[in-house]
C-alpha cells in the first residue's frame, strides 16, 4: 500500500504577523509611555515611523538566520521574505516621511531623497 504524504503548506509572509505583533506591543508601550508622563497619546505619526523599526528589527534577526528558520525554509524563500518585508518597509517609510514633512523639501535630501526612494522601490519591484 502507498502511504499517502501530505505536505504541509509554508508561508513565508507569516512573518507579517511577527511584525505586526511586534509593532503592538511597541505602540502600546509608547502609549503607556504618553499616558504616565501625562502627554497626549495617539499619534499615528509616530506609529507609521515604528512599524518599520519593527519590521527593521525583524529583518535583522533573520539576517542572523536562526536555526528555526533555515530548518522550515530555504535560503531562497528567506531572500523573498527579505524582499517582500523591504518593499513594504520603504512604502510605510515614505508614508512616515509624507505625513511628518508635507512635500519633502524640508528633509534634508530635499526632492533627491524622494527619487532614489522610488528608484530603488522600482528596482525592488522587478
Known amino acids: 500500500m ?3 504524504t501530505t505536505k504541509q503548506q ?3 509572509y507569516h512573518i507579517f504577523i511577527w511584525i505586526a505583533v511586534l509593532s503592538l506591543i511597541m505602540i502600546g508601550l509608547l502609549e503607556w509611555g504618553y499616558i504616565a508622563g ?10 507609521t515611523g515604528l512599524v518599520p523599526w519593527c519590521t527593521w528589527i ?22 523573498k521574505v527579505h524582499r517582500a ?3 513594504a518597509t520603504v512604502a510605510v517609510i515614505a508614508f512616515h516621511l ?7 523639501t524640508k528633509s534634508i535630501l530635499g526632492w533627491w531623497g524622494g527619487y532614489v526612494a522610488l528608484t530603488s522601490f522600482s528596482i525592488a519591484t522587478i
Open 2 to 4: 502507498d502511504q499517502v
Open 10 to 12: 509554508k508561508s513565508i
Open 38 to 47: 501625562g502627554r497626549a497619546f495617539g499619534n499615528y505619526k509616530v506609529y
Open 58 to 79: 525583524v529583518m535583522t534577526y533573520l539576517a542572523t538566520r536562526p536555526k528555526w528558520f533555515t530548518s522550515r525554509y530555504n535560503l531562497g524563500d528567506m531572500y
Open 85 to 87: 518585508l523591504g518593499i
Open 98 to 104: 509624507y505625513l511628518y514633512f508635507g512635500k519633502a
